[in-house]
């Protein structure tokens, strides 16, 4: 959440090449509204009964989708820094009592998910993945370029 956004405004301040800044800001929209969707869907209780809304972790998939983003950005020196601190995050609401593990692994699926689909749609030549939602569920296009 909150560390994904500094970073987002990091990037948007310090980073010449916008790309980079806007593929972050898609990839965490898309991440939000989907995780969210995907938590009414599957209302999941949370450990301790809390709610239902434990399925999948919305801290740690914005945590896997802001790694995965930056590591397309600025190679492997950033994912050396930004995966481990994506998987505290997703450890931390499991200790906290957020969070299942199935939680945690779901939620670090969709952000990588959502962070790969984004970077390919600004590549003309390459797959390109459109997540949108319609008629209250989720859906994907696919398509390549030849």
Same mark, same amino acid.
């Given at each position: ?7 987002? *405004? ?15 800001? /898609? ?9 969210? *969707?995907?938590? #009414? ?5 949370? $450990?301790?009964?809390?709610? #239902?809304?434990?399925? $999948?972790?919305?801290?740690? @998939?914005?945590? &896997?989708?802001? =790694? ?6 600025? *190679? ?6 930004? #995966?481990?601190?994506? @998987?505290?995050?997703?450890?931390? /609401?499991? @200790? ?5 593990? !199935?939680?945690?692994?779901? *939620? =670090? ?6 962070? /790969? ?6 590549? $003309?030549? @390459?797959? !390109? ?7 209250? !569920? &989720?859906?994907?296009? #696919?398509?390549?370029? &030849?």
């Amino acid at each position: 959440g909150l560390g994904s956004a500094l970073t987002l *405004g990091t990037q948007y301040y310090f980073d010449s090449d916008s790309n980079h800044w806007q593929n972050h800001a /898609r990839t965490i929209v898309w991440t939000t509204l989907t995780v969210t *969707g995907m938590k #009414y869907a599957f209302g999941e209780q949370r $450990p301790g009964n809390k709610n #239902y809304e434990s399925f $999948p972790s919305g801290h740690t @998939a914005i945590s &896997f989708a802001t =790694a995965t983003s930056l590591t397309y950005a600025y *190679g492997y020196k950033a994912a050396l820094i930004a #995966y481990p601190v994506a @998987a505290l995050v997703g450890l931390s /609401r499991m @200790a906290d009592d957020m969070h299942w593990a !199935s939680d945690v692994v779901g *939620g =670090a699926f969709m952000g990588i998910i959502m962070a /790969r689909a984004c970077e390919q749609n600004d590549k $003309p030549t @390459a797959a !390109s993945w459109t997540p949108f939602i319609s008629n209250g !569920s &989720f859906n994907v296009y #696919y398509t390549k370029n &030849f």
